[in-house]
Nanobody, 125 residues
């Protein structure tokens, strides 16, 4: 059983920055992906970034490329989502998720099976 806990959401003005943290505890495969997703009201869930814990492969969605970065704390099963130059369109609930073992570098996949509760990000204009 993997537990996933996000933190770091909040409210910020357009152009501001936030850093989200995601810690996975319990049994986590060293070949797992940790991904960040977001869902705004009335919109589909979108994967915005992911990090492969073994291969250190990074995925950043085109919608946030150049503004968001993902990184890992090597000492812990923790990944961070640094969000800069935020716009109101980035407002959403952000979820962190952990996948089972993935033996490729592609973390864009539908089988993330451990999810956090989500953290709200609100960007005002």
């Amino acid at each position: 059983q993997v537990q996933v806990a996000e933190s770091g959401g909040g409210s910020v003005q357009a152009g501001g920055s936030l850093r989200l943290s995601c810690e996975a505890s319990g049994y986590t495969s060293t070949y797992a992906c940790m991904g960040w997703f977001r869902q705004a009201p009335g919109k589909e869930r979108e994967q915005v970034a992911s990090f492969h814990m073994r291969y250190h492969a990074i995925y950043i969605a085109d919608s946030v490329k150049g503004r968001f970065t993902i990184s890992r704390d090597n000492a812990k099963n923790t990944v961070y989502l640094q969000m800069n130059s935020l716009t109101p369109e980035d407002s959403a609930v952000y979820y962190c998720a952990v996948s089972p073992a993935v033996y490729s570098t592609d973390c864009r996949r539908p089988d993330y099976n451990s999810w956090g509760q989500g953290t709200q990000v609100t960007v005002s204009s």
